[in-house]
């Protein structure tokens, strides 16, 4: 049985994905962000303070390569960290004037950008679109989220007897 392209989920995601990425860095052009920039602003508009661990599970961003863009983005003036008022460990992520200003130079483009993406699907099917992808996005967070099951003990291995040594042929 040949595998069909056109009926795999995760090769019709990464399509749609590769589209959508497409639009919004063409939107986000002129603002001089790529769309991974412009989520750490967006994840940080209106929750000042949030851990860079909350920006991992707000963008989905993995942990070392926000941590580079975090540094990138404080150097540039877009966003400034500081000592975390309730954890020693962490430090708290906040938008700067110039990273206000960014996001909301480049929000008009990017929600453009989105409502082009679903020009040609019916209300009804974007909203069904928006549930889905929700859905696998949430499912995806909870099973990251809990613990993982503790492993049983496995009984100790029973030891072989010894094998004796083959007896010496007398010759």
Known sequence: MAFNLNTSPSHLLHRAQQI?????AAALKSAGLTLRQFSVLAALSGNEGVSQSDLVNA????????????ARMEAGGMIKRSDSKTDAR?????????????????????MKA?????????????DALIQGLTGLVDDADKKVAAPAPKAKKAPAAKKAPAKKAPAKKKK
């Not at 962490?90 to 990017?110: C, E, F, I, N, R």
């Not at 989105?114 to 040609?120: G, H, M, Q």
């Open 90 to 110: 962490a430090k708290s992520v906040s938008l700067t004037v110039k990273g206000k200003k960014a996001h909301d130079k480049a929000l008009p483009a990017v």
């Open 20 to 24: 959508a990425a497409n639009h919004s």
């Open 114 to 126: 989105d409502t082009a993406l679903f020009a040609t699907l019916a209300k009804a099917k974007q």
């Open 59 to 70: 963008t989905g961003i993995d942990r070392s390569t926000l941590a580079d863009m975090v």
